[in-house]
Structures are given as structure tokens and as C-alpha cells.
């Protein structure tokens, strides 16, 4: 199985994470999205999108961070990916919320307008608009999934799940504008959890390495 991915990508980091904790065989391909790589050659055959990450299985291609997530956990009977079907149902139930409400204010409207010139909004106006909406609505998100982890080790119930995987690597994202979760203590707890997993500090070298670059930058963040 071949992995196009991009280290510093938080999509590609998810399943790198997945793959590294769960031991799970793969090819790398590193594909530079840093210097357009994605857009041209013959990357766009592997994924029209031309975006990280894609999985190749023998011919076999799939996009979609959370698509590839449950394709890998499924093929390698994966006890991250319960089969009792209402168990699943929790785990797809908190992807969902995560890669679709969540991810939207939280990259889309609050974290990566602020780092990369091409999600900038037109205005100063717009674009402070935008951030502090994003930032209003990540606050109710945050106090949700810390409701929930305050009944549950977690965020599908009480053993780790692609959706922790998932949710992990949304909020590695948050470190970049050095977001505090300090009043969101359940939250904050299973982060680190996540955290102090064997494999993080080798998925997440190109994050710190990122982080090191915007250490002198100011950002709006939470709190
Ligand atoms: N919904 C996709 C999003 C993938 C995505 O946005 N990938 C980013 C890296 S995190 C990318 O390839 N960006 C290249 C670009 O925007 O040109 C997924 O979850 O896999």
C-alpha cells in the first residue's frame, strides 16, 4: 500500500499517526505540497482533488483523510474501528461532527486564515470577520467535546478509536496559533493522552518545525 502524504499536512498526519501506533505496513511518497507538487505531473491521476492524503491499494485508490482512516482500520481488523454496529456508529457519529462543523470553524474560518496567504479574505474587514466568527463558534465546539469527555475516557466512549485519531490531528492544528485549552480540562486531558502516544513526536517533527517558524507571530486564538 502506497501513502502519498505531505509530513507537515494535518489531513496526512492523522493517518500517519494511525498507521505508526497501529503498525500498520505502508510505502511513502512524500508529495511536496510546499512547492506545487500536488498540481501538476502525476499526482492529479492518483487524486483529482490534488490534495494529501491518498492511499493506493494495489490499484486500489482512496482520498479523504476519514475515508482512508476507515478503509485501513477496516482491511486490518483494526479494534479501533469497533465492528458492534452502534459502537461504530459513535465512532463515525464524532468523525463526522469533527472533519465537518468542527473542522470548518476551526481550520477553515479560525486556524488557517491567519497562516496562509491563499485563505486570507479579500478585506481586513472580511477577513477579521471571518476569524472571529470562526473563533466564537470553535469556543461552543470546544465546550461540547469537553461535555462529552467529561463522561468518557475517549471521544467515541471509552476505548481509543479512529475518531481519536481523527480528532488528534484536527487539533495538533491548534498548536500553531498556540491555542490554550486550559479551561476546557476534559478536553485537555485526552490531548495529552493523544499526545503521549509512542509515535507522536516522529509524526509531528514538521509540526513543531512549523510551530518553531510562527513563534514570533501573533495570532487570535482561544482563550
Ligand atoms: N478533506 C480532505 C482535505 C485534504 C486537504 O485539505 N489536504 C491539504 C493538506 S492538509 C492539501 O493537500 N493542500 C494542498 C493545497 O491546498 O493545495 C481530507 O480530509 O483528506
Redesign the pocket.
Known sequence: MKLYF?P?????R?ILLFVSEEGIPFEPEV?D?LS?A??SGSFPSINP??????LDDDGFIV??????LRYLAAKTGSAAYPTDLKERARVDEMIDYL?SDFYRDWGYNMIYPQLFP?HKRESDAAHEGTVRWGQDRVRNGLAYLDSVLAKQRYLAGDKLTIADYFGAGVFSAGELIRVDLAQFPNLQRWYESMRSLPSWPKVSEALEGFKGMLKDMSFVSIP
Open positions: 505531505h507537515a499536512s494535518t489531513t496526512s492523522i508529495v505540497i506545487g500536488h498540481l482533488k490534488r490534495l494529501v492524503p491518498a482520498t479523504e483523510s476519514a475515508a482512508i472533519n491563499h
